[in-house]
């Protein structure tokens, strides 16, 4: 069978550091193929390059067995290849039915025409999104289902998905793998990137493992097990013991003083009528499903969302009742939010690693605006929180847009830290993390609840709830319906609270 | 393209940009020089200077906003019709510096109230300062003077000092630009509330979690053009001992997004800084010096320099798109 899409010694660098080095792929008609490895390993680069984004620096690039050279997206998909990228690429402006037929409008578009038929075309993916819904409005996981039904629109016939499960909740993974694998019978060529080792295992025909921008190994999935995808993925056997949250027999740490405390809060259908605490020493777990508030409630405290004046409740830092309008008094009472959509709201991407981590201070300072920038305080804040969170970057003043998108994330968790936070709420604090770095954010957390930081972890990943958490809340329905020791949750049981 | 993609180009060309306007700015210099008769007369250069200066500081004014992503419209109507209040004040007796300082707060309170409507009742820019322009002119002609054009009172020897003397051999206007563009950098450069702009032009959301206080801070970019528009103002009244609200309806503010733009300070904002305005204003400065000089016809003149203007747009919008979402669209 000739490979629908190959790559023979391929090489991609950005100012002579190579993002991926002489790689031979090959992607077979019809196949779900499986692209693994740590943050920066290259994988985001490498299917840019075979969706168009980015040329070759060297080696070639083959499609259907002719060589090509792409130089922009849309020459990719004139030749049947389609992307979702790993940073959504919609236009917030718009309506979800707008944004699935963006680019291919015809010259009279009816609109209550194009809401009918993406109505039905989402139905048949079974998402449930809102057609007439404004893109900028939705939730991240609802902005990534429609971001997959743009790709699957254009019916391409090879879509390459960049960590697409990152957002979704296990129900939602289970459509997202029903539908690829329809996609699959129909004839269309997968290539998927994961974080998520036991999806590859599952849904992939095969698996290809990136290291440091080398192929180290590529495979029938058949011949790969957790434990292998691991070694490869790392070259050094770890233990497996902070890949299995072993952290679970962990006595659950005690409660501190009440740090937060919210009453009643409302706030438009997406907060109703509220209550919760959260307490100094202690990780608090909250789960929901989407269109569950989780979100908006934790923003609302946090003055990132502005409450209208007729909605209700009361919100209490440390006892005193506080209605913040802005995040800015927020941050400088130390309550402060890491946020879940790292491009929209996370970082500045026009500066640097340590340029970002010092906004994060400046910001963080009562007058911070008026003191004077020291740029050596900056490289040590920045080197500083490099080690502590292990950011990697091949060149140390990139900007932060050109990290890989983990490593993004752990600047955005720096930015925030650097405030000397006493109350932190990380909304999906380790999304698009690999294995090895999920293990170490999660050390981390436990480090700042361990110096007595009140923690919230928003998260819709249970195993991450149930590894982290000291005491898990579960919200339905814009409400926080019920609250659960670790040591009697389980999976089901969370996830009943969650539904019922 | 991708963000990243683009990020990069836009950086390697941003430092280019700079430098080849000025490569460009000098070759026309030696051009006019050698080419132009009267271009190197001791008129023509004083002449030219004043026009820099002038052109120059309010560059830096719309530079700051537009770091923010802003832009402000009403810098020529802010900088006419705050120098008349400060002269015709003056006529009618009070002292110089207290009518000047009158003159400044007017300027001031302008920008506040357009810096509120743009961060708090969150009008467009464009729009708010485009009415705002408006309305202050209105003012300057309706209620603060009958007369367009409004003459210093006599004997103000240490004013027009500021426009027409000279200090080290060097005239005064090149002073105050200079001191003015000193200044900037260093705002920009070293303080917080500089950063917190590049901050804010760069992912206003990201700044407002961040902790900044985007709204102060948005108003406050406007205090700092509306007081670079009144020194503009001031040097140019110093050196003509007289105040022209015509100015208001000329396509001076065109000249001045032009130095912004050309410069290589994209609109899409958190780019760019002091040392693009330099550049640009050098350039632009020589190019409508030399048109004048070339006796090209005002209209002329305005045709090449919008023509020149839209291509500085054009180029600008595909090395910086306005927005990233936007430019991907073609991506899927
Ligand atoms: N536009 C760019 N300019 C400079 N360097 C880049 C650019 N894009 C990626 N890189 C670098 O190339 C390397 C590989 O990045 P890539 O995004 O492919 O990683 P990844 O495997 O997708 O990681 P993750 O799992 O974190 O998303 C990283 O070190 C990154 O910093
Ligand atoms: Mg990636």
């Known amino acids: ?500 | 393209m991708t963000p990243s993609a683009t990020t990069k180009t836009r950086h390697r060309i941003g430092l280019t940009q700079e430098l080849i306007v000025f490569v460009v700015a000098v070759l026309l210099f030696l051009y006019f020089s050698v080419a132009l008769n009267g271009f190197l007369s001791p008129e023509n250069i004083l002449n030219l200077i004043r026009n820099v200066a002038m052109l120059g500081m309010l560059s830096l004014g719309m530079a700051v906003v537009v770091i923010g992503r802003g832009v402000d419209l009403s810098l020529v109507a802010v900088m006419a019709v705050s120098l008349t209040l400060s002269i015709v004040l003056a006529n009618q007796g009070y002292a110089f510096s207290t009518a000047l300082a009158l003159g400044l707060a007017f300027a001031v309170a302008v920008a506040v109230v357009m810096g509120f409507l743009i961060a708090y009742v969150e009008i467009p820019a464009i729009f708010a300062t485009l009415a705002v322009s408006a309305i202050v002119y209105g003012l300057g002609r309706g209620v603060i003077a009958s007369l367009d054009v409004n003459n210093i009172p006599d004997n103000l020897h240490w004013f027009l000092f500021l426009g027409r003397g000279a200090v080290l051999g060097i005239p005064m206007p090149i002073w105050l630009f200079a001191i003015c563009s000193a200044a900037l950098y260093l705002f920009l450069r070293k303080t917080g509330l500089g950063r917190f702009i590049y901050g804010i032009g760069d992912n206003i959301s990201t700044a407002r979690i961040t902790g900044i206080p985007v709204r102060p801070i948005i108003i406050l970019q406007y205090v700092i053009s509306s007081a670079m528009a009144f020194l503009a103002g001031c040097a140019t009244a110093a050196s003509v001992a007289s105040m022209n609200m015509r100015m208001v309806n000329s396509t001076l503010i065109y000249d001045v997004l032009l130095v912004v733009i050309l410069g290589g300070i994209g609109l899409t904002g958190g780019r760019g800084g002091v040392r693009n305005i330099l550049v640009g204003t050098i350039l632009i400065g020589l190019l409508l010096n030399g048109m004048t000089i070339l006796n090209i016809s005002y209209t002329v003149q305005n045709l090449l320099k919008s023509t020149v203007l839209l291509l500085a747009l054009v180029i600008d919008a595909l090395l910086n798109p306005r927005d990233e979402q936007t430019s991907q669209q073609g991506d899927i």
């Open chain 1, 1 to 500: 069978m000739t490979p629908i899409v190959e790559l023979k010694a391929a090489t991609k660098d950005f100012r002579g550091n190579p993002a991926f080095l002489d790689v031979d792929f090959q992607l077979l008609p019809g196949e779900i193929h499986a692209l693994l490895g740590e943050n920066g390993a290259g994988k985001s680069t490498l299917t840019k390059v075979i969706a168009g984004v980015y040329p070759l620096s060297s080696g070639k690039l083959f499609i259907n067995g002719r060589e090509e050279r792409l130089g922009t997206p849309a020459e990719g998909l004139a030749k049947g290849i389609a992307m979702v990228y790993q940073e959504n690429s919609l236009v917030p402006s718009m309506t979800v039915a707008q944004n699935i037929y963006l680019g291919k409008e015809k010259p009279l578009n009816r609109l209550r025409g194009i809401y009918i038929s993406a109505q039905q075309f989402l139905q048949s993916l079974n998402f449930h999104v809102d057609p007439s819904a404004v893109v900028g409005s939705l939730g991240a996981a609802q902005k990534q289902m429609v971001e997959i039904a743009r790709a699957v629109h254009h019916k391409a016939k090879v879509i390459i998905f960049d960590e697409p499960t990152a957002t979704l909740t296990p129900e939602e993974k289970s459509y997202f793998f029903k539908l690829i694998k329809k996609l699959k019978e129909e004839g269309v060529s997968i290539i998927f990137i994961s974080h998520a080792l036991e999806e590859a295992l599952l849904v992939a025909d095969r698996i290809t493992i990136l290291r440091d921008g080398r192929l180290v190994a590529s495979d029938k999935a058949s011949a790969f097990d957790r434990q292998k995808i691991i070694q490869a993925m790392v070259g050094r056997t770890r233990t497996d013991e902070i890949y299995s949250g072993a952290s679970r027999t962990r006595a659950p740490r005690p409660r501190g003083p009440k740090v937060l405390s919210v009453e009643n809060l409302s706030m438009g259908n997406m907060v109703r009528n509220t209550s919760f605490s959260l307490y100094a020493g202690q990780v608090t777990g909250i789960f929901g499903l989407v269109g569950s508030g989780r979100t908006e409630t934790l923003k609302v405290v946090s003055g990132v969302l502005k409450r209208d004046f007729f909605h209700g409740g009361e919100v209490k830092i440390d006892g005193q009742p506080k209605r913040y309008l802005v995040p800015a008094p927020a941050v400088r009472d130390g309550v402060v939010y890491v946020t879940e959509e790292r491009k929209a709201e996370g970082f500045f991407e026009t500066m640097s690693i340590a340029e970002n981590i010092y906004m994060g201070h400046l910001g963080g300072q009562p007058y911070g605006g008026l003191s004077i920038i020291s740029m050596r305080q900056a490289r040590s804040l920045a080197e500083d929180w490099r080690k502590r969170l292990n950011i990697r970057a091949i060149d140390p003043n990139a900007k932060v847009i050109e990290l890989s998108g983990g490593n993004q994330q752990k600047v955005v968790i720096a930015k925030a830290l650097v405030q000397k936070p006493k109350l932190v709420i990380f909304d999906e604090p380790t999304r698009g993390v690999d294995v090895g770095a999920i293990a170490e954010i999660h050390a981390f957390i436990n480090q700042l609840a361990d110096q007595g930081i009140a923690i919230a972890v928003i998260s819709s990943y249970l195993p991450e709830i149930l590894t982290l958490s000291d005491r898990i809340l579960i919200a339905r329905q814009g409400k926080i319906v019920e609250e659960m020791d670790r040591r009697n949750a389980t999976e089901e049981s969370i996830m009943y609270a969650a539904v019922h």
